[in-house]
Structure formats: structure tokens, C-alpha cells
């Protein structure tokens, strides 16, 4: 399974980016989806997640009514519409994948994902 991750860049307060993953997973399945980011100094966290059969949502509670994951079955493409950007939303933004792998339920913790993208930078200038 491969991820690759795209879309980052910089953009001012109150803009606007949007990142997408492809994933490849041969054989395996799609079970969900996610995003998490991880800022300078603090630890990688949830930023969203989407059921791939349902299309269940989940997000982080700072992120809600900004950011929109949506996926593209067909293309087993994930992505996160970020909106009304702060810098504190200045992170490296990772993709993740479950795959079935680990047999984990977890949607909001990175126990719940068995392959991750590269990354890709978000900067947010006040």
C-alpha cells in the first residue's frame, strides 16, 4: 500500500488549501481514511477521518465547520478542504489508511491506521 500526498503550500490567514491522497492498495481493502497533523514540537494528532463503504465523518472539535474530508472510491483518493485557515493550523498534514491489517476499530487515534503518507506542509501566515 502507498499514499501520496498532495496540495500544501502557504497561504494567509483566512485562506484556503485543499489536500488530497491517492492511495494504492493493490489487493487490499479501503476500510477508512484520515487525515492527522503534527506541528513543530507537538505530538501528531486527529484532524479527520471518513468511512470508505458509509462515508461517515468524524473531526477534531477545532476543526469542525472549517475543514471537509471527502473521498472518490473510484480513485481511492481522500481529501481534506480546509477553509478559514489560522496559523494554528500550521502542521505537516499526513495522510492514513486503514487497510484491515491491523483489525483495529479506532477512527480518532493513529492506532486505527496501518499505512501512512509522506506528509505534506501547511503554513499559515497571520
Known amino acids: 500500500v502507498q499514499l501520496q500526498a498532495s496540495g500544501g503550500g502557504s497561504v494567509q490567514d483566512g485562506g484556503s488549501l485543499r489536500l488530497s491522497c491517492a492511495a494504492s492498495?493493490?489487493?487490499?481493502?479501503?476500510?477508512?481514511m484520515a487525515w492527522f497533523r503534527q506541528a513543530p514540537g507537538k505530538e501528531r494528532q486527529f484532524v479527520a477521518a471518513i468511512r470508505w463503504s458509509g462515508g461517515s465523518t468524524y473531526y477534531e472539535d477545532a476543526v469542525k465547520g472549517r475543514f471537509t474530508i471527502s473521498r472518490d472510491k473510484g480513485k481511492n483518493t481522500v481529501y481534506l478542504q480546509m477553509n478559514s485557515l489560522t496559523p494554528e493550523d500550521t502542521a505537516v498534514y499526513y495522510c492514513?489508511?486503514?487497510?484491515?491489517?491491523?483489525?483495529?476499530?479506532?477512527?480518532?487515534?493513529?492506532?486505527?491506521?496501518?499505512?501512512w503518507g509522506q506528509g505534506t506542509q501547511v503554513t499559515v501566515s497571520s
Open positions: 492514513a489508511i486503514d487497510s484491515g491489517y491491523s483489525r483495529s476499530v479506532a477512527i480518532t487515534t493513529s492506532v486505527g491506521y496501518d499505512y
Open positions: 492498495v493493490g489487493t487490499f481493502s479501503v476500510f477508512k
